[in-house]
DNA sequence: CCTACTTGCTTCGAGTTCGAAGCATGCTAC
DNA sequence: GTAGCATGCTTCGAACTCGAAGCAAGTAGG
């Protein structure tokens, strides 16, 4: 049986203070976004993603494992963005079934238009306060809770409801 | 990340570590209050913060600034739970146009119900690889982090839209 | 008490999200 | 080969979100 003990005080104040700081963070960058680029979050991870790869080609796979996002979720998006000619889709010739999403110089623009405003946000709200040592452990402790996070057993076999048992999906996503 | 101006990788990777912990955290408690008590994250704001206060009552207005939501979401959101039997809404007898939902026995037996699995889910995947010094150095530089972003300016001037200056609300803030 | 403004909440329409179901294509083993 | 399953993406319906517009109830000033 897990620990279901309430948090002590400090713990709680901590798990808070992250939860807050990721709220607010995301909040004022969805703003610049849209202000600047007329993106939303989930589109301007999609453009940057593709930015990162070699030829500014993904497969639609590919780019969901990337992202916190549901698979109908990235068709949308991706529907979107190729609409605003900012992306275009194709199937891939090696696999039919693959579609390869593909940057377009426009996309790159509407990126670079928006990175520094995003840069900007990001130093002024988060980088403003702290020291290369502070810098230096978050990304150590966070990145260990990223590391359990992902090894971490999904919440394990619900007993309840349904009666026969459903091949339990893998419990999906992200990776990064 | 195609950067156009810098941010320094190790800094990079701090704001990444932290958007990604955040989001794995937030969807696997998502996932959680959803098993366990058929309630989305919204909805368990809420009903907390209706726990925290004195009779389990709050107007509406004061329910929204504890919350990272639109009015409007807060108005649907509180429907939800009433239909739901979780809560109940009634105008204010000094003042008409208050509503103040009240948190129900149904209600609070609900987030009985789910606090546990809650508490588990945060110290399985959030807690577990953290000593003392870790949550103690996480909550004074989260906190140093958050009371930047409180005090920032609202990325400046947007200058005019129509008429008149819509005059800036708060911007968030969160509380509990 | 009228007019004009403010405050508190709800309604509305448009856009976005998810998970389940659908549909091809590809793969494997007999 | 070809049946049966796996893989990759899209479509669908229902639910949720937001901001703008709407509507009462309260507050001031004359």
Redesign the interface.
Known sequence: M??????DP??L????????????????VE??LK?DGGLTTPQFQIL?TL??APDGRRRMTDLADGL?YSRSGLTYQAAQLEKAKLVTRASAEDDERSVIVTLTDAGRAV??KV??GH?E??????????G?A??????D??????????S?PP?SA?P?RTTGSPPQRGER??G?
């Open positions: 897990t620990d279901t003990t309430p948090l400090r713990q104040t901590a798990y808070l203070a992250l939860k807050d700081v990721a709220a607010l963070l995301e909040h004022a703003q610049q202000e940057a930015a990162d916190v990126l670079f990175m520094p840069i946000v990001v130093r002024r709200l988060f980088l403003t306060p702290l290369d502070d810098i230096a452990a978050i990304t402790i966070l990145g260990r809770v990223r590391a359990q996070m992902r971490a919440r619900k309840r996503n992200n990064r």
